[in-house]
């Protein structure tokens, strides 16, 4: 039995689109789409662990909205634990570090990704929600 990995990740609105970032090549689920985030440190809260995350892989700053449901998903090499933020882009340009791509979608626009599919049920909360 592999350990869970803690993973935040972040829904980010910009101007009424929603931000998702494409995994590279050279990471773990290659060209898989995804909410930018990533591992929780030690002794770091999640809040934390999100906003430090985006402006390492995305250059930008958030405010977080709402926490959304986790979704503990196992790969079979490997387990994660996934934690969901819902957030407002606040401000810089936005730079990426380690990902292949992004997009900034239209709500509708979300399910004909090919995600990572620890992703889904994430995604399929964030359609219910009424915002
Ligand atoms: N950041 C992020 N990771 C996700 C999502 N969905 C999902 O299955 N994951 C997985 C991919 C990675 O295995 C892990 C996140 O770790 P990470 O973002 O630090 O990825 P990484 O490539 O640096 O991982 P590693 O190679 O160092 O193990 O969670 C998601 O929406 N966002």
Redesign the pocket.
């Known amino acids: 039995m592999s350990k869970i990995?803690n993973?935040t990740?972040a829904i980010i609105l910009k101007d009424k689109k929603i931000l998702v970032a494409q995994r590279s090549e050279k990471?773990?689920?290659p060209l898989k789409w995804?909410?930018?985030?990533?591992?929780l440190e030690f002794n770091e809260n999640e809040t934390d662990c999100i906003k430090r995350e985006i402006k390492e892989e995305i250059n930008i700053n958030i405010e977080i909205l709402q926490k959304l449901s986790n979704n503990i998903?196992d790969y079979g090499t490997?387990k994660?634990n996934?934690i969901p933020f819902l957030v407002q882009y606040i401000s810089g340009e936005i730079k990426l570090a380690e990902h292949k791509d992004y997009r900034l979608l239209e709500r509708s626009q979300l399910s004909n990704l090919d995600w990572?599919?620890?992703?889904l049920p994430i995604v399929e909360e964030f359609l219910k929600l009424e915002i």
């Open positions: 990995i993973v990740c990471m773990k689920l995804e909410f930018p985030g990533g591992k998903h490997f994660i996934l990572a599919e620890a992703d």
